[in-house]
């Protein structure tokens, strides 16, 4: 997939997932529509190089949130054993550099920043369809339980995370 294929597709989940923080009683600020470099995301401006921003700030009555959208074809079948000790389970994951990034903006910024990932359910690659919807967690909650990075995909290498360490939208 070219880059604004790509663009394209992640704006397409980012307006899915505003739909649904809305639904949720969310306000949103979407941080992700502010100007920004030719192939690069709206960064926060420090006095460093910038740190890159989540893709929304939330507000609720119980507070905010700053939330990275992340849209997926689909799960990842991981047929290796997991921190579990399990051979085979559905991981979804990002780009290593990125996360890096989130969670440096949670501490410089002292704010609750989540990763939501959604996935269309397509077929992973030698594997049946897997799940589809909205799955997210909290970037420090998803520090304790990476499952495994790898330097052998994406641009700066990727971690991933198992399905069952993520929460589902109905508890947004």
Request: glycine share 10%; charged share 20%.
């Amino acid at each position: 997939m070219n880059f604004k294929k790509a663009l394209e597709y992640g704006q397409k989940g980012e307006q899915t997932l505003s739909s649904v923080l809305i639904q949720h009683g969310f306000s949103l600020i979407p941080t992700c529509n502010l100007p920004s470099s030719p192939g690069k995301g709206p960064r926060l401006q420090n006095g460093e190089a910038g740190i890159v921003l989540p893709d929304f700030m939330a507000f609720s009555k119980s507070g905010v949130l700053c939330v990275e959208a992340k849209h997926k074809h689909g799960f990842t079948w991981y047929r290796n054993k997991n921190r579990y000790g399990v051979c085979g389970s559905w991981q979804t994951g990002i780009d290593l550099s990125s996360y890096e990034q989130y969670k440096k903006f949670s501490i410089d910024t002292n704010s609750q920043v989540i990763l939501c990932f959604l996935h269309d359910g397509e077929a992973a690659k030698d594997s049946e369809k897997s799940p589809a919807g909205i799955y997210w967690n909290y970037i420090f909650d998803l520090e304790n339980v990476e499952d495994h990075k790898s330097d052998l995909w994406g641009r700066h290498g990727m971690v991933y995370w198992n399905i069952e360490d993520l929460y589902t939208e109905e508890s947004l």
